[in-house]
């Protein structure tokens, strides 16, 4: 079936630096939603990308669909303590009519103050 | 308005029993899907129902089963429990069935398996 593969699956960074997850698929997908986890939380979505080579900003984060519609990647400029969480990206399989979603494993991003 | 509403948060159950999970979905939306997460992974499919009717079914096996009600709420229905079903049960509810539809997440129910 279906797999997203998600790097890295940690990342610590000091209060201040970037950071970026990468989400990559051997198949086409048919879109790309991010969702974020706070520690003891549910997952929250942030953010759809459908488009080939799409960009989308939501302040200091930024979205990014490749061309081939196969990866997506979020990025955080200066990061927050706020920030802290794990970063999903979620998928369907191209043609799917209904909403399955494959997520990844998930990256976990820990802000040092 | 309320979020997606799930119950019981925390539920200990012991190998061999049967568990029922209750959603309530967000005002309006008539499609409730529900994710499997274990520690460290990220969410896996279980089911998904759009106006009363599954509309997908991920790799679990049949004891695992669900249902959605005339009001759009939904119950998960495990049998036969085994230690490996310990996971935090997510349910999500959207407002249109398609995979473009972002998902609402519940705060989840803790199942732990002794």
């Known amino acids: 079936g279906q797999q997203v593969m998600q790097i890295p699956q940690y990342q610590h960074v000091q209060e201040g630096e970037d950071f970026t997850t990468y989400c990559n698929s051997s198949?086409?997908?048919?879109?790309i939603q991010w969702y974020k986890q706070r520690p003891g939380g549910h997952p929250v979505f942030l953010i759809q990308?459908?488009?080939?080579?799409e960009v989308k900003k939501q302040k200091r984060l930024t979205f990014q669909f490749g061309e081939a519609k196969k990866n997506s990647s979020l990025h955080i400029t200066a990061t927050q303590t706020t920030d802290v969480g794990t970063y999903f990206c979620?998928?369907?399989?191209?043609?799917?009519?209904?909403?399955?979603?494959?997520f990844g494993q998930g990256t976990i991003l820990t802000v040092h103050p | 308005d309320a979020g997606v509403t799930q119950s019981p948060t925390h539920l200990i159950k012991t190998r061999g029993q049967q568990v029922t999970l209750r959603c309530s979905p967000i005002?309006?939306?008539?499609?409730v899907s529900w994710y499997q997460q274990v520690l460290g992974q990220g969410p896996q499919f279980i089911f998904q129902?759009?106006?009363?009717?599954?509309?997908g079914r991920g790799n679990f096996p049949d004891r695992f089963s669900a249902r959605q009600f005339p009001n759009y709420s939904s119950e998960l229905n495990v049998n036969a429990l085994l230690l490996g079903d310990s996971a935090l049960y997510l349910c999500?509810?959207?407002?249109?069935?398609?995979?473009?539809?972002?998902?609402?997440f519940g705060n989840g129910t803790r199942l732990t398996v002794t």
């Open positions: 979620a998928s369907a399989a191209g043609g799917t009519s209904y909403g399955k979603l494959t």
């Open positions: 129902y759009y106006e009363k009717e599954e509309r």
């Open positions: 005002s309006g939306h008539k499609s």
């Open positions: 999500a509810s959207s407002l249109g069935g398609g995979h473009n539809s972002p998902l609402h």
């Open positions: 990308l459908v488009k080939s080579g």
């Open positions: 198949t086409t997908l048919s879109n």
